[in-house]
């Protein structure tokens, strides 16, 4: 009897954990599900190619948002990428000792800051400064989310790179900054990459850093230093106005990003399935 | 002879490595830069305010930009309630996902449901609070709160009208935010206790979940416990969707039918509008108030979870 | 009898812990020179301070002369850069760079100071890989990765990398512990083919590897050189009696 309840119990809780995955699944399902029923219908290659129109007006499209949002992320990694993976190769390479080891602990806390503190950030100290919100200002925000996930993964890459790699290439009589920068880098760069592209993905969704920094712009880009539409922030006000067609094209915008940011993921996931034995 | 030692000299000082750990030291201090700068410049920024308010700030409840005044108490109440009700919801759900991915999954499945759950954290933010806004509201509107009210009515939690943004969507929403980091690391501290303990509870003849409950869970709670830090620190960063669903109303309320209105989404909402120096300057001490506890938090997670945290890039701050 | 190398009063530590002390060795030229002793006696330490990479573990230090040709390599004014150029070396396990092909491999030494030449890069190839006994092995996969081939020809292949840099000495830590039989004979014949041309050190575990392929063998114990002399003399009237003991417990 007691044995038998013991046994419920465990049949029980084992079903209610079974169940906990299936309802985390169900939010996941229900967006996939529903950007792509309401969004499809306004994918076109006008939507994707054209400036939008003001409300009321048919047609028009994102085109500037989808520029906007390559020139922005663009900028974030030609900030980013660089300081993000040499100050990881320093901290693998050179920091095995306090300095290192406090830099590494500060970018760990920097991977956590909220992404709108960021847009704070880059609003004081760049829009302030050039008195305009600008295409720069939003490409600072992003790289400060995301230097501090591009330094840590590619410190924990390198540091997965064997000593006997690195000993094997001293003892070539090749020195240690070669061994480093073309030995080293070249054995863990699967991994390095892995860190940039998921760091990417990341940042291509961002809104709040970009409201007040990148702002908005119903044209083309013209200029780094001027105000820039992009995806996310597009997607935010088209969701927030009362209008349904605007509604579709946030649905629209919704999937194009949704697809966009799910390739990077997926896709990195399966280029790192094939890993070097070393 | 003296020659070659001063030639030696300068070609040892200016050699490639030094000139190479040098440089990419560079960049290391560039992190500890931006680090100093984030909070140099929201701590200057914010100085107009901090001198006008004081800890007043901080419990004031009256923000009002027309006559000036600003209190951060509604912000900072409705940023701890939605991510305290957000972490009641998502930490049995984590759990059940950490237990059953880690020890309860056929091995096959294991690595594709993770998957799944971590693909959660790659959507974007703003597109959760789309669905938020036009599928889960309504949702909670007319399916959540309606039982609600009638079985839980007589707490005040559960009372008054629900017109959908509200406290409890905003609750909700963030709940399924944090599952995937929730959980994530529930699962790798679960994942480190070692056979050995499971062995002794099983060989006393304790069934699958006595083991879980017995030695798996206490074994693992310092690391369960980070996790769940860890997504009360996400909960109180996030901002659009929170800032979609939510209501944006900077009433104090006790009912989570109400609209409420968090320290993000001031930020979001108001912080281009903002005209007055001292307004800029109010919602930016709001701004350094975020990354001083998410700082906070960040530092006693990582204490609690330090080996098991791998950094991800497809998280979402 | 001419020697390559000379050292003196070589002390060398791992922080304060002291794990060879005092060696005095001279290593002949173009033969082959067998380390043999109990594991943890300073084996690997000391043949890695014959080309400076002792010094590339933090906190570890030497002190003591190594002359190679007359020159102190230790003397303040020598890159260690160079020195490893000059005095090449093999490891227990295989580790060819992993992401290289298998050409790549074998030129990295050469292409990462600064050789560019395509054509000469596919010589020194081709002319280390048949000093290595494994060009008609691979000749025609020289643009598979290195790890796709098995642990005896990755170890040949490290050899290979070893030998494209033209060094005049080849340091081998226990080159084959971890490869079968079959592939620790090619090894052993192929060092015998090149002791011609170079000065090769060997540590090893195995005692009948040492008898097979050295002249001259030393016995360390506890950090100390304990015995140097003729392989024949070493291995069938040893003088001391814990350098008789080793053997004899190795054999029996
Ligand atoms: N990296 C290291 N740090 C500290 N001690 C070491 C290190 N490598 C080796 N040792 C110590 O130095 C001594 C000699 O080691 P080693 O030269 O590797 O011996 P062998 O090659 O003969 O087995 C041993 O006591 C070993 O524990
Ligand atoms: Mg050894």
New binding site residues.
Partial sequence: MKWNKRKLTDRIMSGMSAACVIIAIIPLVSILYTVTINGISAINLDFLTQLPRPVGEPGGGLGNAIQGTFIVVGIACFIGLPIGILSGVYLSEYGNNRFGRFVSFVADILTGTPSIVAGMFAYTFVVLYFKSFSAFAGGVALSVLMIPIVTRTTEESLKLVPGSIKEASLALGIPKWKTTLYIVINTGKSGIITGALLAIARISGETAPLLFTSFGNMFWANGLDKPISTMPVQIYTYAITPFPDWHTKAWAGALVLIVLILVLNIGVRFVTRRKYAM | MKDRKLSFFLKSKFSGDNIFEGAVGLFAIGVLIIALLLFGELYLESGLSRNAFGFGFLTGSIWDPVSEVFGALPFIFGTLVSSFLALVIAVPFSLGIAIYISELAPGKLRAPLSFIIELLAAIPSVIIGLWGIFILAPFIRDYLAPPLSTYLGFLPLFQGPMYGLSMLTGGVILAIMIIPITSSISKEAIQTVPIYQKEGALALGATGWETIRMSVLPYARSGIFGAVILGFGRAIGETMAVTMVIGNSARISGSLFAPSYTMASVIANEFVEATSKLYISSLLEIGLLLLLVSVIINIIARILVSKLLRVEGGGRA | MQNKITVNDLNAW??A?Q??HDIDIGIEKNAITA?I??????????I?CLNRMHEV?P??KVSGKVLVDEMDIYDSDIDPVDIRRSIGMVFQKPNPFPTMSIRDNVVAGLRLNGVKDKNVLDKTAEESLRKAALWEEVKNDLHKSGMSLSGGQQQRLCIARALAVEPEVILF??PCSALDPISTSKIEDLMLELKEKYTLII?THNMQQAARVSDRTAF?LY?KLIEFGETDQIFKKPEEKSTEDYIIGRFG
């Fill in positions: 791992f922080g812990k794990v060879l380390i002793g109990p594991s943890g006696c300073g084996k690997s330490t000391f890695r573990v906190g570890a830590d226990e540590v360390f950090g």
